[in-house]
């Protein structure tokens, strides 16, 4: 077995690896590398595992991240759900961890985060309170609309009946998306991405993504970027505007992706990461999503409490609550060089 570093020559050797392997995930396509180079500036490791015969047998990306405010650390992959090492079996697995593990010393890193959305095989610590929420899909959107209940229909047609309506486009749909998601972001609290990121998602990936936006009276009222990958739609990236919550628009936005996810013939739809019971989960399970269990394991340099670079960490809670009452326009200027950082 060979570990050795992803050169440009490997892209379609990796991508046909991952395209066959089950476990892979949409973070692992080797677009996603110079996605995350060009929108953010961080270094990237790619590795990958040859057999005896130059086949490729696992592959591990891993994008290095460092800063004054969260320090210096390593993830695979950053800003989505999954990630971690695919391979074929645990002595390819092993091998590319110890490779990380090697990497990560040398570079004289806090720790390294494998996100994966399966357990696996390795005696490291880990969380488990993430669930990415999913629904199988029937072929027909007619099928799936039947299956709802009463009171899903009606909560669907309200944003209707108040005059909203929902287009799904490509580019020529980014300002609104980014007009609701840097609001939401700033009333959370949240730095927001910056547009650039996801234009170069759009970019990178012009076949298998799309932005379904929700407008009222040509407002823009919510917005939600989709990605595809093999049989599953994911929309990693999702929001409303909270002064029209009363007209449910978030409802008419996910009943838009899912009819479109039907048509399109995927057979899964994935509504993103929840806590488990949090508000987000009960939303996404009343159209009959069930949890997946995320499995974030971790490798530290020295015996410390597992990282916490997430807004439910009190230490952040002030910067929160300050976030929440600048200026949008100042926010989306600030917000991407903080954001970059946060994993």
């Known amino acids: 077995m060979i570990i050795r570093s992803f050169q440009q020559d490997d892209r379609i050797r990796w991508d ?4 066959q392997s089950p476990t892979a995930a949409l973070s692992h396509h080797i677009n ?14 790619y590795w990958l595992a040859e057999d005896g ?9 891993l994008v290095h991240m460092k800063s004054c405010l969260f320090g210096n650390f390593m993830v695979s992959v950053p800003y989505l759900n999954a990630g971690g090492i695919c391979a074929e079996d645990a002595d390819t697995h092993r091998a590319l961890l110890d490779a990380a593990i090697d990497l990560a010393r040398r ?4 720790h390294v985060e494998l996100r994966y959305d399966h357990s696996a ?24 609309w039947q299956g709802f209940n009463g009171k899903l229909r009606s909560q669907i047609r309200r944003p209707m009946k108040d005059g909203m309506l929902a287009r799904i486009g490509k580019m020529d749909e980014l300002e609104s998306f980014y007009s609701v998601f840097s609001h939401n972001m700033r009333d959370l609290g949240t730095p927001v991405y910056s547009k650039h990121f996801f234009m170069n998602i759009l970019k990178t990936f012009p076949e298998t993504t799309w932005i379904c936006t929700v407008y009222r009276n040509d407002i823009p009222v919510a917005s939600g970027l989709l990605a595809g990958f093999k049989h599953i739609l994911e929309i990693p990236w999702a929001s409303s505007l909270s002064r029209f919550r009363r007209s449910s628009p978030n409802m008419l936005l996910y009943w838009t992706c899912l009819k479109f996810a039907c048509e399109q013939g995927y057979r899964t739809f994935d509504f993103g990461r929840s806590t488990r019971d949090g508000g987000t989960y009960n939303f996404k399970e009343q159209w009959g999503a069930q949890p997946i269990q995320l499995c974030w394991y971790y490798w530290l340099r020295e015996s410390r409490p597992l990282p916490e670079i997430n807004p439910s960490n009190h230490k952040y809670k002030f910067s929160i609550r300050i976030w929440q009452r600048l200026p949008v326009r100042l926010t ?7 954001v970059r950082n946060i994993p």
């Open 107 to 110: 570079k004289n890193v806090e």
């Open 121 to 144: 095989a390795v005696s490291l610590p880990s969380k488990t309170s993430k669930v990415a929420m999913r629904l199988d899909l029937p072929v027909s959107s007619d099928d799936l």
């Open 53 to 61: 015969g130059g086949r490729v047998t696992g592959i591990l990306p």
């Open 332 to 338: 989306n200027l600030i917000g991407p060089m903080i």
């Open 32 to 45: 996603w590398k110079s996605v995350i180079e060009d929108s953010f500036g961080h270094d990237t490791h």
């Open 16 to 19: 046909e690896f991952v395209l």
